[in-house]
């Protein structure tokens, strides 16, 4: 399974092209991936007519995801990681999940064991981890245990 990478990334809204392309990767330059992993320096922009004064404070919660060959775009509370009527986001683990299960034809019911099982993807996690942590850059966030 070969990795997936973003080939464009758009904010609606508190878009600074410096700060989002540090944040995504460009502060990651000489980080040693091992292959097949490699730095993906998507194209980064923003919604026309959304540069506005940028405030302090929370910004909004609902957010736009989409791919090539999708039928609509998804419209989702990132903070609850939900669509409208509390479906869950085509984003999720589950749903990841579901469609790694369709995909290798395997019958997959624990998210956390899967990827345990995807070796190059723990090396590069780790590599990624100790990357971060040397540079003092902080932590992933992780999602609560329940």
């Known amino acids: 399974l070969e990795p997936v990478y973003l080939t464009s990334l758009t904010l609606g809204c508190l878009y600074h092209h410096g700060h989002l392309s540090r944040a995504v990767c460009c502060r990651y330059n000489d980080i040693p991936l091992p292959p097949p992993y490699q730095l993906n320096h998507p194209l980064l922009g923003c919604v026309p007519g959304q540069e506005a004064e940028r405030e302090l404070g929370k910004t909004n919660e609902?957010?736009?995801?989409?791919?090539?060959?999708d039928e609509t775009v998804e419209v989702l509370d990132g903070c609850r990681g939900r669509c409208a009527k509390g479906v869950i986001s085509r984003l999720a683990r589950a749903a990841i999940l579901r469609e790694y299960s369709e995909f290798s034809g395997a019958e997959c019911?624990?998210?956390?064991?899967?990827?345990?099982?995807?070796?190059?993807?723990?090396e590069a996690k780790d590599v990624y981890n100790k990357f971060v942590k040397e540079k003092n850059y902080g932590v992933w966030i992780r999602k609560p245990a329940y």
Do not use: H, L, P, Q
């Not at 609902?62 to 060959?69: E, I, K, T, Y």
């Not at 019911?109 to 723990?122: A, L, S």
């Open 62 to 69: 609902m957010s736009m995801n989409w791919c090539a060959g």
């Open 109 to 122: 019911k624990d998210y956390n064991k899967v990827k345990e099982r995807m070796t190059g993807y723990c």
